[in-house]
């Protein structure tokens, strides 16, 4: 940006959110070794569950994940039954809100399925942050996207790269498209202004 332009010479409030970093500031980890599996985002780990139902119930505190919900009954969905889920939060002042491919492969799908936006889990208590609080919920109903990548390893299969739109958000971008190449690092898409949340599902 140029520092001694107005507003650093950023046109819109988004344009400053959106703006990228140097590459050398977010290196990638393990580039030729397969079993090396990056950060998709700069993210805080809110949530890790393992052997995550087909369907489940999200109202309960538990904030279940529910495979069927969060993936938009895609036809991919079986593929993920007892999987695992690692869900991460970005806030939305201090990380940057650009998300990349953890891994190396092929898109066989990408899309964005619109959402709720300031939804929140009925089991979360009333408190300004419960939008935060209610992100095990908010992986099914938000705003999100669904970029499911091909490694072509069979120990890994395919990953499911969920970025999700929180509370006022709603709102992303999603970069790539069926078909395209990926490798890790790549970029994917971004958020609009506001915190946010990100999953990444493994079969």
């Not at 107005?6 to 580039?31: A, L, M, Q």
């Not at 397969?34 to 993210?43: K, L, R, W």
């Not at 790269?161 to 999603?174: A, F, K």
Request: charged content about 20%.
């Amino acid at each position: 940006p140029d520092r001694s332009a107005p507003y650093w010479g950023f046109k819109s409030y988004n344009e400053f959110f959106h703006r990228d970093i140097k590459p050398e500031t977010r290196p990638i980890d393990g580039k030729d070794d397969p079993s090396v599996i990056n950060s998709p985002n700069d993210g805080v780990a809110w949530a890790v569950q393992y052997d995550v139902k087909s369907s489940d119930a999200f109202w309960l505190k538990s904030q279940r994940y529910s495979l069927a919900d969060m993936l938009n009954y895609h036809k991919l969905t079986d593929r993920f039954v007892g999987g695992i889920v690692y869900q991460t939060y970005v806030n939305g002042g201090a990380d940057w809100h650009r998300f990349t491919s953890p891994i190396d492969g092929t898109v066989v799908d990408a899309e964005i399925v619109t959402g709720y936006a300031w939804t929140e889990s009925d089991a979360t208590p009333a408190d300004p942050t419960s939008g935060t609080y209610s992100q095990g919920w908010a992986a099914g109903v938000a705003t999100r996207g669904l970029i499911f990548i091909d490694s072509g390893i069979e120990a890994l299969g395919i990953v499911c790269v969920i970025p999700i739109g929180l509370t006022e958000v709603s709102s992303l971008d999603c970069f790539v498209k069926t078909g395209d190449k990926v490798k890790k690092g790549d970029q994917l898409g971004w958020f609009s202004f506001g915190g946010s949340s990100f999953a990444i599902v493994f079969q």
